[in-house]
């Protein structure tokens, strides 16, 4: 189309109806002689353009009050889309921005609202979108901190998220407002469909088709129907639902916000309430410093493990930790957390029965865990949280609320469903051979560590003694896209042990691997497969999978010098939560493990490995800035001083060199 063909309906009216003056809002700015004197001048100009995008000038002194989101996609006023989100997970959270903005204008504040939307793992599994998902946290969170401080008059911030980045990004920038009163609305999940599956597992359609598993009628069918509403995060514990009730387990949120059911009355309540308890914190002269502690980041370890929470967080709760000056969790910390509690939790994707999430909120979510946590000694209730009360004194409440009693009897109402079905006493879990949730196996192939969840592993394929055990050849993949294909080709099979390289940082920007840990799930021989990789998984991820394995392959780690038929030698003591990942050697020569970590460490370098084809130069940059920073055990964050300290030395030894 030409420019002509573009501007032929321009009729002369429309320049007609244009104009270049208008008279600009009635009424006059609330000022006074001593603030038009004394306040710094864009103050005074905020109220102006306040005034001139519709607020009543009367109020304009009263008080700004920063409202920042991952807000995606355009509806009519009569709600029919306009424009999808990249998720729904941000796609209904204007509905409670409107909320938390209407009861900040009735209580006589000025609420601003800021959006920094959010990319989502699912639409970007097994493309080279993924090469953003991770990296985008930290530059997410960087532009919500700029945006937070380019409103100068606020008194309290609030932040409203759902998903696996945008809301570990908003947590990390609130977390560094250390001198402000924050508060965290989070985005609840979607409904499950009636006859439908979760989206953890309406993701494999395409493998389970592939390998004869699903008919290609049905597989439309269920890739249409899995959103049952358009809002909130998945229906199972992935890395959105997990950082809610992370969010919740820091004091963060409000008792009882983690995992709500999108666009129902009790969500947008939530919403109301939060705006009010911000403003009763700013009051109070609470701020973020005094509820993001040492003390709440470990509340929040043990909340996830009760949880049974994905391994993501491993990246996310140090980052959070960081950037509020905090003790940054390690390996041992972690460890030691999940070795103490039990998971209480029965939901999607780790059950024992597989209920999803909004059936967790509706048995009692965080606080009801918390209960059981409480008496077994595991949690600082003296913590300060966002209701200006004490985590002991949030639970008290919550222990004779009248909101606990009608969640609970609703429970009952819908699915049929006693608290106990759902969050199970400590003893309960242990009478259903319910362990604790992560073990972190090292090894000559993992000596900084992996992950693997191994409360997930098929109890199939654990002996007697609660030990997983396999020891097989391992079948190498430069890349996930090749493992994949392998998968979908037959090219796999029962017994195998997957080594999949260069997923970390530098390879890929540590993606995420859920189409292979998803098909190994639901394919009916994949829980006698294993997957090592130093890539990361989805928080829905399931099975004999050891991801985060560290060094990664392209920084000359073990796992990158293994070939095919490596003979590798798995344990993992899902009791004990004590784990082993080592080279043995070959089917014709045994070696220890020390001859195993000599041999890897004189080999060079799987020469099929290399960083994707496909890496952009702002991840390159990322892995860079992370790794300098103290890498994947350490958050991925950008330490600053320490990558100044760095970008230093080298420009002092390039000017060395170059003498």
């Not at 189409?515 to 090592?532: E, Y």
């Not at 390039?654 to 003498?659: E, M, S, V, Y």
């Amino acid at each position: 189309m030409s420019v002509k063909e573009l501007y032929a309906n321009d009729a002369s009216d429309l320049i007609l109806r244009s104009r270049t003056h208008a008279d600009g809002p009635d009424g006059v700015l609330p000022l006074t002689p001593e603030t038009l004197r004394n306040s710094p001048s864009g103050n005074i100009f905020g109220m102006t353009i306040d005034a001139g995008m519709g607020w009543d000038p009367k109020t304009l002194a009263n008080g700004d009050v920063m409202m920042i989101s991952t807000y995606g996609g355009l509806k009519k006023d009569d709600g029919t889309t306009v424009a999808v989100g990249l998720h729904p997970g941000h796609f209904e959270l204007d509905g409670l921005l409107k909320e938390a903005a209407n009861t900040l204008k009735d209580m006589g504040y000025v609420p601003t609202a800021a959006f920094v939307t959010d990319p989502c793992d699912g639409r970007t599994q097994g493309t080279t979108g993924m090469f953003d998902s991770l990296p985008y946290r930290n530059d997410a969170s960087m532009v919500m901190r700029r945006l937070i401080r380019s409103l100068p008059t606020r008194k309290a911030v609030i932040g409203v998220a759902s998903c696996d980045k945008g809301l570990p990004a908003m947590m990390m920038a609130l977390a560094n407002m250390h001198d402000l009163p924050t508060i965290l609305i989070p985005g609840g999940a979607t409904l499950m469909p009636n006859d439908g599956e979760d989206l953890g597992t309406v993701q494999t359609i395409s493998v389970r088709y592939a390998n004869k598993e699903l008919s290609f009628d049905r597989a439309c069918r269920l890739g249409c129907i899995a959103c049952a509403s358009g809002g909130g995060g998945c229906q199972f514990l992935g890395t959105a639902g997990t950082s809610q009730v992370v969010a919740e387990g820091l004091g963060f949120c409000l008792p009882h916000a983690a995992l709500s059911p999108s666009g129902e009355p009790i969500w947008y309540d939530m919403a109301k309430k939060s705006a009010v308890a911000a403003m009763d914190l700013y009051k109070a002269g609470i701020t973020t410093k005094d509820i993001i502690t040492d003390k709440a980041i470990e509340n929040a370890m043990v909340i996830h493990a009760a949880f049974g929470g994905s391994t993501n967080l491993l990246l996310h709760l140090p980052a959070i930790a960081f950037m509020a000056g905090c003790h940054v969790p390690t390996v041992h910390d972690w460890a030691r957390i999940n070795k103490e509690v039990p998971r209480l939790v029965s939901v999607l994707p780790m059950g024992p029965i597989n209920y999803p999430t909004v059936d967790v909120f509706m048995a009692g979510g965080v606080p009801e865990v918390m209960l059981h946590l409480r008496k077994m000694g595991l949690l600082h209730e003296d913590v300060m949280t966002v209701t200006g009360s004490t985590l002991g004194e949030n639970l008290d409440w919550w222990e004779q609320s009248q909101r606990r009693v009608s969640c609970q009897k609703r429970l009952k109402e819908l699915d049929n469903l006693n608290v106990d079905d759902v969050i199970f006493s400590p003893e309960q879990a242990k009478a259903k051979g319910i362990g604790s949730t992560i073990t972190f196996p090292t090894g000559n192939i993992a000596p900084e560590g992996s992950v693997v969840k191994s409360t997930a592993i098929d109890p199939s394929v654990i002996d007697d003694d609660h030990v997983y055990r396999h020891t097989a050849p391992v079948k190498c993949y430069p890349s996930e896209k090749a493992a994949i294909t392998a998968l979908k080709n037959g090219g796999v099979e029962a017994g195998d042990i997957m080594v999949v390289m260069a997923g970390g940082p530098m390879g890929t920007g540590m993606e995420e691997t859920y189409q292979l840990t998803s098909a190994l799930k639901h394919l009916s021989f994949g829980k006698h497969v294993a997957l090592i990789t130093d890539a990361r998984f989805s928080g829905v991820s399931t099975g004999a999978c050891f991801g985060h394995v560290g060094p990664e392959a392209l920084a000359g780690g073990p796992i990158g010098k293994l070939r095919d038929g490596d003979v590798v030698e798995i344990i993992v003591d899902t009791v004990n939560l004590k784990g082993s990942l080592n080279f043995i050697g070959t089917k014709d020569h045994k070696l220890t493990y020390e001859e195993g970590a000599k041999v890897l460490a004189e080999r060079e370098t799987n020469p099929a490995i290399h960083e994707d084809d496909d890496l952009p130069d702002d991840t390159r940059l990322w892995a860079a800035l992370q790794d300098v920073s103290g890498g994947t055990w350490k958050g991925t964050v950008y330490d600053v001083d320490k990558i100044i300290e760095t970008l230093k030395a080298g420009k002092e030894a390039l000017a060395k060199k170059n003498k």
